[in-house]
């Protein structure tokens, strides 16, 4: 922008596409050191002390401001989380050029377990599901490396002896207490009884107190919950093909990996927020919501202010919404792959063609109409 401004370029376009909204002041010190009289007068027009990073960015942008997915640019002028905590400085701006979703593509193709992708018949994605479970759990009973801590048993025995009908439930990514929910998929978790249910974690943290909360879970559901806190360097394809569900209880998704557990045959279960919105629909996954009326700024900030210490969050009321939600959507899930299984394996078959639809030449064609306002 400045090389068009002096005269470097003849033509140029400016162009936004945010991730999520975390922002940081610029103080006006650093400002005015580094621009000339007319922009220190332009930049003055601004209230307050300081701006922002993205109140000096977004007004250099030429385009309309996106993001990567449909669902998360409505969540910037619409959610509370965005309106009244992330984000209520740049409100103004978003509603001014308003936010344009471009749904990101996948990183993963169908696994080549399903080579027929969504014209396989029900029966043959049962045995193949089946089959990629049991090479799973093998791996659980043999890869315990020295980080993993939790153990998973059956009636107190091996876990290779675990019945088709009990679910394998997997949460995978880093550990981001801020926005990735590990602690509220700990508080359901905690609901099931011993052997109604399998779950392996596998976060990555920065610090590694983060994990008391799952030393403490692991403990309470010995048996149930096993924790890998590391990039596996064994198991994770069989991981992600064998789960029953793969759940995702964000806090807020930019876009998310709904995507590729069902590319990887594996059904979702996540929070309606963000992109996982875009993906997770009725016929391929489970979609929750904690009750409206605990979605308030007051327990948003009592939330994120606990971030250093989760366990303290037990006496959020948002938090213990988001918890029992997600418990009775799990159950309402393990319920379909019990006693309807049939719709469970429709479940993969749908999800196969669902991240199908996630193209990056898709994303490409639609930001490069978004280039194209700014060209003519």
Known sequence: KEAMLNGTLESCGTLQTIH?????????????????????????????????????????VDAPITTVSTNFAAEFTTDVLMTEHFAPHLQSIFRKSSVYGINNGTFVSISDKYPKKETHTIEEVRAIKLKRRKSLLSILSRYKP?????????????????????????????????????????????????????????????????????????????????????????????????????????????????????????????????????????????????????????NITAFIESADIVQMRKTNPWAESMADNLYDVMKKAINVYINHPEKYYKMVLNGFEKAEGFSWGVNAKQYYQVYDMIRS
């Not at 005015?32 to 000096?56: C, H, N, V, W």
């Not at 602690?183 to 099931?192: K, N, T, V, Y």
């Not at 995702?248 to 992109?275: H, K, L, Q």
């Open 146 to 298: 020295e980080e993993r801590f939790g153990e998973l048993t059956y009636q107190g025995g091996s876990i290779t002896r675990l019945p088709d009908n009990v679910p394998i439930v997997v949460m995978s990514g880093r550990l981001d207490p801020l926005q990735k929910g590990y602690d509220i998929f700990l508080r359901a978790i905690e609901q099931f009884q011993e052997d109604e249910i399998k779950v392996i974690l596998t976060p990555m943290p920065v610090d590694y107190s983060d994990l008391d909360y799952f030393y403490e879970a692991a403990c309470k559901c010995k048996g149930n919950i096993t924790v890998f806190p590391f990039k596996m360097q064994r198991g994770y394809r069989e991981l992600q093909e064998g789960a029953t569900f793969g759940v995702m209880p964000s806090i807020y998704e930019p876009f998310g990996a709904a995507v590729e557990y069902m590319a990887s045959g594996t059904v979702n279960i996540g929070r309606a927020t963000g992109g996982l919105v875009d993906q997770i629909s009725r016929n391929c996954g489970f979609l929750y919501r904690e009750d409206a009326v605990f979605y308030t700024l007051e």
């Open 20 to 60: 999520n909204s975390f922002d940081s002041p610029v103080s006006w010190r650093l400002l005015t050191g580094i621009m000339d009289r007319s922009r220190k007068q332009k930049l003055a027009e601004f209230p307050g002390e300081d701006l922002s990073a993205y109140q000096i960015g977004l007004g250099l």
